[in-house]
């Protein structure tokens, strides 16, 4: 047991004796799922400090600095663990797939990052390729740290088919009839039956994929605010102090199946394509990481 988990053990021990059952799961899910998100809430929390003391005759230009703290963050979490290479693969591909589309898109005048840069790639400084890195970065921690097992798992061709049409739409729509809706439509056909299992202490729950893909889209959207608050970047017609339109919610709510994909052709053991049955009684799993044994094993 590392000492991630018995930290988690002890937080959920000490839940459990104080609080009711269901409130003391909510706040294990509540701390986990930040745990999870680690690297996006320090990666916002750079450009929230950044926009406050920033100045534009410093020497080192934000988006500069901000490339370093989050090549930094990553060696962190490489060194103490937090991350395994494999997982740190992935993430490399999400930030490549976001940079490619990042430049894109900002050469389409879709959206545009305002402020001055060295390290810019036509526009796009390099930097940003974390922001989608952070996604992956959040979908490979919450499998690890939740045990989590997505069944019954539609065809991995099925799946894989769909990512790429999201991909390429989030492209060919600027030359192409946009596709959206279909999408929309075909991610509640395929993942339908999907339920995310996961364990908050020794006990399964689950959500339907959909569902869960959904309320990530909000709190997406309430990042990309943070983003265009800090005029890190603006999109085309809005000001900063406007809220970024609830459509991009949409958009972040198909992204994430590409991303979902992309970690999961990685991560198969958490793939069955049979319905999933929790171990033990009543869904209770011997020897969790977090809260202390069920009364029948204690």
Request: with cysteine; net charge positive.
């Given at each position: 047991?590392?000492?991630?988990?018995?930290?988690?053990r002890?937080?959920?021990?000490?839940?459990?004796?104080?609080l009711?059952h269901y409130l003391?799961?909510?706040?294990?899910?509540t701390?986990?799922?930040?745990?999870?998100?680690?690297?996006?809430?320090?990666?916002?929390?750079?450009?929230?400090?950044s926009s406050?003391?920033w100045?534009?005759?410093?020497?080192?230009a934000?988006?500069?600095?901000?490339?370093?703290?989050?090549?930094g963050?990553?060696?962190?979490?490489?060194?103490?663990?937090?991350?395994s290479?494999?997982?740190?693969r992935?993430?490399?591909?999400?930030h490549l797939?976001?940079?490619?589309?990042?430049?894109f898109k900002?050469?389409?005048?879709?959206?545009?990052?305002?402020g001055?840069?060295?390290?810019?790639?036509?526009?796009?400084?390099?930097?940003?390729?974390?922001?989608?890195?952070?996604?992956?970065?959040?979908?490979?921690?919450?499998?690890?740290l939740?045990?989590?097992?997505?069944?019954p798992?539609?065809?991995?061709?099925m799946a894989?088919?769909?990512?790429?049409?999201?991909?390429?739409n989030?492209?060919?729509?600027?030359?192409?009839?946009?596709i959206?809706?279909?999408?929309?439509?075909?991610?509640?056909?395929?993942?339908?039956?999907?339920?995310?299992?996961?364990?908050?202490?020794?006990?399964?729950?689950?959500?339907?994929?959909?569902?869960?893909?959904?309320?990530?889209?909000?709190?997406l959207?309430v990042?990309?605010?943070?983003g265009?608050?800090?005029?890190?970047?603006?999109y085309a017609?809005?000001?900063?102090?406007h809220?970024?339109?609830?459509?991009k919610?949409?958009?972040w709510?198909l992204?994430?199946?590409?991303?979902?994909?992309?970690?999961?052709?990685?991560?198969?053991?958490?793939?069955?394509?049979?319905a999933?049955?929790?171990?033990?009684?009543?869904g209770?799993?011997?020897?969790?990481?977090?809260?202390?044994?069920?009364?029948?094993?204690?």
């Amino acid at each position: 047991m590392n000492r991630t988990r018995r930290l988690e053990r002890a937080l959920g021990d000490w839940c459990r004796a104080r609080l009711p059952h269901y409130l003391s799961e909510l706040v294990m899910f509540t701390l986990k799922q930040g745990w999870a998100a680690i690297f996006g809430i320090l990666l916002l929390g750079g450009l929230l400090v950044s926009s406050r003391i920033w100045q534009a005759d410093w020497a080192l230009a934000r988006y500069d600095a901000l490339l370093i703290y989050a090549l930094g963050l990553q060696a962190v979490f490489l060194i103490t663990g937090m991350e395994s290479t494999r997982e740190a693969r992935v993430i490399l591909l999400f930030h490549l797939t976001g940079t490619i589309m990042e430049i894109f898109k900002v050469q389409a005048g879709s959206w545009a990052y305002p402020g001055a840069g060295v390290l810019k790639l036509w526009g796009v400084p390099l930097f940003s390729g974390f922001m989608y890195a952070s996604v992956g970065s959040y979908m490979a921690r919450v499998i690890r740290l939740f045990d989590m097992r997505f069944a019954p798992y539609p065809p991995t061709w099925m799946a894989s088919c769909l990512a790429v049409l999201i991909y390429v739409n989030f492209f060919s729509h600027h030359f192409l009839p946009d596709i959206r809706l279909a999408l929309f439509v075909a991610t509640v056909v395929i993942f339908i039956r999907t339920r995310i299992w996961f364990y908050i202490g020794g006990h399964a729950y689950w959500m339907p994929l959909p569902l869960a893909a959904f309320l990530s889209s909000f709190f997406l959207w309430v990042a990309e605010n943070v983003g265009t608050r800090t005029r890190t970047w603006l999109y085309a017609g809005q000001d900063s102090e406007h809220w970024v339109s609830l459509a991009k919610m949409g958009s972040w709510y198909l992204l994430l199946y590409v991303s979902f994909v992309t970690v999961t052709l990685v991560v198969r053991d958490a793939l069955s394509a049979e319905a999933f049955r929790p171990s033990g009684p009543s869904g209770i799993r011997r020897n969790p990481a977090s809260a202390a044994q069920p009364p029948s094993a204690q």
